[in-house]
């Protein structure tokens, strides 16, 4: 006995036909709309602004190393940045193979904050390719096989390579921070490494280089720690400006504020004495100067090398000190013939 097909079924069927479909085909599935997943564990450390500031600042950094490699290694390159991400370190530690030699390049903050270092990689064939340059070959570099080590000398070259790269470091970040490379070194073992925790965030800035016969990647990976540190310190550094722009009642003692804890040398010159070379040529240990100075004479106290007030100089508990008599007005401050000479002997007491 056949089937009887319920209303519901005939209706399929009769739609199904309407669509040219035959009976037995199934309707097309919607696709799905795909959503980026987020890890609620580990949530983002730094806003789309922040990136964007980095990508600002390697732009600049592509274009400086790019006009410093040109006339060094006599070629025409091109250097852009094709991504700025943030990441767990993991993510950029296994892309590097064992074979692979990264560059830790340790920063030198205003702060003087002792941060992990930002780790460099290029990849072999765009090292090679500029080794054989700096050597006055064409860069006519094969490509390298998957367990293509460095030799010593190689090491050598790569590391002079990459006091280009390095250096442009501070130029590129000038705008934002006093930023410079304090040191560097070459890290030959990547899985090795442990300064850079395995979840720790990181921002990674994605390089394309293209010159002759060779293209590749560079990558930058700046461990969230440093960036945080950088980030606070830009932050500071706006506030400060925005308060004295702005015209902010406290923004003088803001500003005093941050420079209380400076450091700065004081200097007291006592005197100065003139001797013919013949005099200076033969002194000798235990020998007197006479510097025509008494005790209640008058001196000059020096703030970060300006002069700030003028003193009595006298003794206090069997030591040399100075009692501050005037405070010098800036346009009180005229050049004396005796400032411009270059006495043969001076003495200065901190």
Known sequence: MSDVLSQSQIDMLLNSMKEGNSG??????????????????????????????????????????????????????????ISVEE????????????????VLLYMKLPDDSKNPP??????????TNMIDRMLGGEGDTAELPVEYTYTDIELALYERLLGYFSGAFKDSWK?????????RRLEQSPSMFQEIGMDETIAIIMLEMKIPNASGY???????NLLTNIFSIMDKRRNVESAYDNGIANSRE??????????????????????????????????????????????RLYVAGQPWYDAKLGVHKNSVAVQL?????????EPTTEEH??????????
């Open 118 to 127: 930002i780790v460099f990689h290029i990849s072999q064939l765009l090292v």
């Open 254 to 299: 803001i500003i005093m504020e941050k420079l209380r804890n400076s450091a700065l040398d004081m200097k007291v010159q006592l005197g100065t004495a003139k001797l013919s070379f013949r005099e200076v040529y033969g002194l000798k240990v235990d020998d007197v100067i006479d510097l025509n100075k008494s005790k209640g004479s008058d001196v």
């Open 87 to 102: 990441q767990r370190y993991h993510e950029f530690g296994n892309s590097l193979g064992e074979n692979d030699v990264m």
């Open 24 to 81: 037995a085909a199934k309707p097309e599935e919607k696709k799905q709309k795909e959503y980026k997943k987020y890890d609620f564990y580990s949530p983002k450390k730094f806003t789309r602004e922040r990136l964007k500031i980095l990508k600002g600042i390697h732009d600049n950094y592509c274009r400086i190393i790019v006009s410093q490699l040109n006339g060094i290694l006599r070629m025409n390159c091109e250097i852009e940045v």
């Open 218 to 224: 560079i990558s930058v990976c700046i461990p969230g």
């Open 325 to 333: 008599d005037e405070r010098i007005e800036k346009e009180e401050i």
């Open 175 to 183: 705008n934002y921070i006093n930023l410079s490379v304090e040191n």
């Open 341 to 350: 000479e270059q006495p043969a002997e001076e003495v200065l007491a901190e």
